[in-house]
């Protein structure tokens, strides 16, 4: 059921995400990543009020409930969110140097991972 759950929300995101693109592309043009950059910050923003409201006063939501609006939802719309949270935890914990680690790493593996990705395709295709 919890599948099902994400599928859906994640659905629901990916068409907010879809709907984003169009938007800031008709209102910004297409020169410069606005939509993206959007997603990312109001999917942060959106992923700590929803982090917060759970830790702090939703301790008696369901289960389904958070991962419908966070992993469902939320990754769906942006997976910067999830990014940023995990980042931030570690940082709260007083890991500094893993929330450093994770944000360095990240950053590097995704866009090294792209160029090998990149070449690799270029090789095949």
Do not use: C, K, W
Request: no cysteine.
């Amino acid at each position: 059921m919890t599948y099902l759950i994400v599928f859906l929300g994640g659905g629901i995101g990916a068409a907010l995400r879809h709907g984003v693109n169009i938007a800031s592309a008709r209102l910004f043009g297409a020169a410069f990543p606005y939509a993206t950059m959007i997603e990312n910050a109001t999917g942060s923003l959106l992923m700590g009020l929803l982090a917060g409201y759970f830790a702090f006063r939703g301790g008696g939501a369901p289960s389904h409930l958070q991962l419908f609006l966070t992993t469902g939802i939320l990754g769906g719309y942006t997976t910067f969110s999830a990014f940023s949270l995990d980042a931030v935890l570690l940082y709260e914990r007083g890991a500094i140097g893993l929330a450093a680690l994770y944000v360095l790493g990240s950053v590097v593996l995704a866009v090294g991972g792209l160029v090998v990705g990149l070449a690799l395709a270029r090789q095949v295709f």
